[in-house]
C-alpha cells in the first residue's frame, strides 16, 4: 500500500458505523477439506497470502480534516494475523455441521470487534476428523466483499498448493472468483426525475410503510441465528439455471419471486392477509462503473411486490425481473452508492462513537420483508470466455474442496430474513438466515422448506 492513510469509500464506511451492538458485518466462508493436512504449509500460506491483501492487514483510524471527522485505512502489518487451529465443538446431536462451525468460531464471531486496534481477517483450521478439515476464513465487511473473500481464498489454497507440491496449480491465476463480478462497463447517467421519486419511494417505504414480514414464535430480542443450508442437485441445479419452459430465466428473479410467494403462503396458514413485499438484493458493482474501484463494490436494490401482483406466479415473476432490469438502467447501484456518500458527510461534524450510535439507530428503523445475496458461481470455469456452473478450484496438494458454507454473520440493519445463493461445482446451494428473534429453528426449516418448494415445484 503506497499511501498509509486511504480514506474508506462510502460503503466501508457505513459498515464501520453500523458495527454496533449485535450488528457484527461478518462475512464468513468455510471451506470443507478431504484428505491429509500438512499444518506448517498452512501456516505458512496464511503467512503469504495477506502480503497480498493490504486491506486484510489494516485497522481504520479518524482523522479530522476541516472541523470534519473521516475514517481512513492505517496500514498495520506489524499487527498479528489471527490463524487458529482447534477440534470441531459439537452444539448438539441434531445439529448440523454449519451450525457447529459457528458454535465453535462464536467466541470470535460475537466478540466486539475493535477496528482502530485489530485486523479484520481471521482463520481458523477446524479439526472434524482425521482426513476432514474446515477451513473457516472471515473477515469484518469493512475490509472486503464477497469477492474479495473469494480471490483471497483462491490465492490461500494455491499459495498452500504450492508448498505442499512445490509446483503452483494449473488454475492459480484464472480470473473471475465470483462470476457476478463479471459486468459490462457503463458511464454514469445523471439521475432523471422518474429514477429519484423510484429511489426516494423505495427509501422510504421502510420507514413510512413497514413491509410485511412472516409471522413466527420467535424469542423477542434474542440475538442468535439460524442457519438453514440446502444443497440440490446437479440435475435441479441445472434445471434452475435454465430458461426452457420457465417464466424467469434469471435465478435471482426466481429467487426473489419464491421467497414473496413463501411469505404469502406462511401468512395465510395463520390467517394474516397478504401485504406488500420488499427485497434488497445484493448487487455487485466491480467493473460497472469506471471510478468505483473499491474493496467493497456490493451495493443494493430494492424490488417490491403488491399483493394483486402476486396472484399469477409467472406474470408475478416476469414483473421482478421487469423491475431488477429496469433498476439496472436507472443505475439504482450507483445511487443507492451516492445515498451512502451523502449520508456519510451530512453526520461528518460528529465523531465516530456518536456517529456510530445515530447510524446504527437509522438503519435498524428501515426494514425489509428478506434480502437476497446471489453470487453466481463460486471460482467459475470458463467455456468460450464464459462462466460456466462448474469451479476450477477443487483440490489444494492433496486435500478435496468438497464444499463451501458461505454466510453474512449478523449484518446491519434490521434484516430478519437473508437468503444467500452461490453455484459450487455445478450445483446451487442455498443458506437462509433467520434471526432467532422472529423464527424458532423449526420455523426457519419450515420457511425454507416452501422457497424451495416454489423454486422446485412451481412455474417459475
Known amino acids: 500500500m503506497q499511501d498509509a492513510n486511504l480514506r474508506l469509500d462510502a460503503i466501508s464506511e457505513m459498515l464501520a458505523l453500523s458495527s454496533f451492538g449485535n450488528g457484527k458485518n461478518i462475512i464468513f466462508c468455510g471451506l470443507d477439506l478431504k484428505g491429509p493436512m500438512d499444518l506448517q504449509a498452512f501456516h505458512e500460506a496464511s503467512r503469504q497470502s495477506v502480503t497480498d491483501f493490504p ?142 421519486l423510484d429511489r426516494v419511494g423505495g427509501t422510504l417505504s421502510g420507514f413510512l410503510r413497514p413491509p410485511a414480514i412472516p409471522l413466527g414464535n420467535g424469542d423477542r430480542g434474542n440475538d442468535e441465528q439460524y442457519h438453514i443450508k440446502r444443497v440440490l442437485s446437479p440435475r435441479d441445479s441445472q434445471e434452475l439455471a435454465g430458461s426452457k419452459g420457465r417464466a424467469c430465466a434469471s435465478l435471482p428473479d426466481r429467487l426473489t419471486a419464491a421467497t414473496h410467494l413463501a411469505v404469502d403462503q406462511w401468512n395465510r396458514e395463520r390467517g394474516i392477509g397478504p401485504g406488500t413485499l420488499t427485497t434488497s438484493m445484493t448487487v455487485n458493482m466491480r467493473g460497472r462503473y469506471k471510478d468505483l474501484d473499491n474493496p467493497n463494490n456490493s451495493a443494493l436494490i430494492f424490488l417490491r411486490s403488491l399483493p394483486h401482483e402476486r396472484r399469477n406466479p409467472n406474470e408475478f415473476c416476469r414483473l421482478l425481473a421487469m423491475q431488477r432490469v429496469r433498476r439496472f438502467r436507472t443505475q439504482s447501484d450507483s445511487s443507492y452508492y451516492q445515498n451512502l456518500q451523502r449520508f456519510n458527510n451530512t453526520f461528518r461534524i460528529l465523531p465516530f ?108
Do not use: C
Not at 416 to 432: E, G
Open 55 to 196: 486491506h486484510f492487514v489494516s485497522t481504520i483510524r479518524e482523522i479530522k480534516i476541516n472541523g470534519r471527522y473521516h475514517l481512513v485505512r492505517q496500514h498495520s502489518p506489524d499487527l498479528p494475523s489471527w490463524f487458529g487451529v482447534q477440534e470441531l465443538k459439537i452444539r448438539e446431536s441434531s445439529a448440523s455441521l454449519l451450525d457447529n462451525i459457528l458454535y465453535t468460531l462464536s467466541p470470535r464471531l460475537d466478540r466486539d470487534w475493535d477496528l482502530f486496534q485489530e485486523l479484520p481477517l481471521e482463520m481458523h483450521l477446524i479439526r472434524v476428523s482425521e482426513r476432514h478439515h474446515v477451513l473457516a476464513i472471515f473477515f469484518h465487511h469493512v475490509a472486503g466483499d464477497v469477492g474479495s473473500l473469494m480471490e483471497f481464498a483462491q490465492v490461500f489454497m494455491a499459495n498452500y498448493h504450492e508448498l505442499f507440491t512445490g509446483q503452483p496449480p494449473d488454475w492459480k491465476h484464472e480470473p473471475l472468483p465470483v462470476s457476478s463480478s463479471r459486468k459490462a462497463p457503463v458511464e454514469k447517467k445523471q439521475e432523471k426525475s422518474q429514477a429519484w
Open 353 to 460: 462513537h456518536l456517529r456510530r450510535r445515530l447510524v446504527s439507530f437509522v438503519m435498524n428503523k428501515h426494514q425489509v420483508s428478506v434480502a437476497i445475496t446471489p453470487l453466481g458461481v463460486l471460482w467459475p470455469t470458463l467455456q468460450e470466455g464464459r462462466p460456466t456452473g462448474e469451479t476450477f478450484l477443487k483440490k489444494s496438494g492433496a486435500l478435496d474442496v468438497t464444499e463451501v458454507h458461505g454466510i453474512g454473520y449478523k449484518l446491519a440493519s434490521n434484516t430478519r430474513l437473508l437468503l444467500v445463493a452461490y453455484a459450487f461445482r455445478d450445483q446451487v446451494n442455498l443458506i437462509l438466515t433467520s434471526s432467532a428473534s422472529l423464527f424458532t429453528r423449526q420455523e426457519s426449516e419450515q420457511f425454507m422448506d416452501l422457497i424451495m418448494e416454489n423454486l422446485l415445484h412451481s412455474a417459475l
